[in-house]
């Protein structure tokens, strides 16, 4: 590719195509509108744009964000799905200074695409169990894994969403140790339900099979620490996961049943349906009770109405601290990873006090549920620690291309929990 006159032309098959950038693009999003047009293209493509190391590196990590395949199980290739070239060189005057950029960067994006990877897998390949095998695959990077029992450690909510799958609920604990000894650790909490049938709350049978991806948070957690350690940061991360899967049986949580949390708070389950907040509520006050973390961001699949509130665009954004809002929201523009900050409201409490227990699990109040969950989590962590909850319901999937991706899954927040780590 050689720069000409405000646009950029691909060199290939003698048959030039041109790509229209602003001038406002960051190298990163010429390299996903790169790769967007090469399908097809035979190689190797050379892209020429006279670009510092720093830009060419950015150019290449947008490039191979974009370049991403979904997963697929046929037994023979879609015969519109066209080759990419093998081999795409990025010109720079400094190519050993662009390369130690792009091996971060592509560290992040290896990241990013095992994220993509599991929330597209399909929840009879992707269980409890195999959820917790990628976490382990981590090891050779230096992760440490911990497997915590719910039944053994009074996370009764965590093990009461699971315990009518044939598939046991665990808390797993992903360990980065980049910081020194004494630091606190930033904690990355992910919902990781393999699959939510609703439980016996049972969802509409019409786009069931998306439930495969509620473990969305899960996927992004897992991904960040893949990042964190494969650019070797040198910061204290613990990632929590609280997987399960949402099932209907015999042996089924039932609406009307009270449950004990961890943190001793008693919840009345209305609706099984709500099970995200449940292990949510169950793996944040663990991790106040048993981290020291100096700050718990979670992401979870959540709520449909926070797709309703801000569309597919934005993710959620609620915390309990000003600065770590104002941080987070800072950081996702610039990861393209966009939120929206949303009210924590006491006024929630109101939907879901319960009659026979401290609090229910959702009230279907005039508020949002979107926000009643927020404001349910709320009450199972500790105040003196700063935190944050991102419902990336509507941003964990795309239902169409998109700059830095295909169509599905996008491993939303896998760059921002990199970055927020000081990526």
Sequence with gaps: MVAADGASRVLAAHQPVTIELAAAETPRRRGAALAAVLPGCPGPVAVDLALAAAAA????????????????????????????????????????????????????ASGVLLARDLVAAPGNILGPSDLVEQARRLAPLGVGLKLVDPTEHGLNLLAAVGQASRRRPVLAELHWKGGADGDKPLVLVGKGITFDSGGLSLKPAEHMEEMKGDMGGAAAVIGALRAIAGRKAAVNVVGVLAIAENMPGAGALRPG???????????EVVDTDAEGRLVLADALAWA???????????????????????????????????????????????????LWRLPLSASC????????????????????????????????????????????????????????????????AVRLFDALAGG
């Design 57 to 108: 590196a950015e150019l290449a990590y947008g490039l191979r964000l974009r370049a991403y395949r979904p997963l697929q199980y046929r037994g023979t290739p879609d015969d519109e799905d066209l080759a990419l070239p093998q081999r795409v060189i990025v010109l720079t005057d400094d190519p050993m200074a662009a390369q130690r950029l792009f091996a971060r960067h592509d560290a992040v």
């Design 257 to 267: 049943d009270v449950i004990r949390s961890y943190r001793g708070l008693t919840v």
């Design 288 to 338: 106040c009770a048993t981290l020291r973390p100096r700050a718990i961001v979670d992401a979870a699949t959540l709520t449909g109405a926070v797709v309703r509130v801000l569309g597919r665009h934005h993710a959620g954004l609620y915390s309990n601290r000003d600065s770590l809002a104002a941080r987070l929201l800072k950081l996702g523009l610039a990861e393209d990873e966009a």
């Design 349 to 412: 409490d109101d939907d879901f006090r319960s009659d026979i227990a401290d609090w229910k699990n959702c009230g279907w109040g005039k508020v949002p549920d979107n926000d009643d969950a927020a404001r349910f989590l709320q009450h199972f962590v500790a105040p003196a620690v700063p935190w944050a909850h991102l419902d990336i319901a509507g941003t964990a999937e795309a239902d169409e291309d998109h700059l830095f991706g295909p169509k599905g899954a996008t491993g939303f």
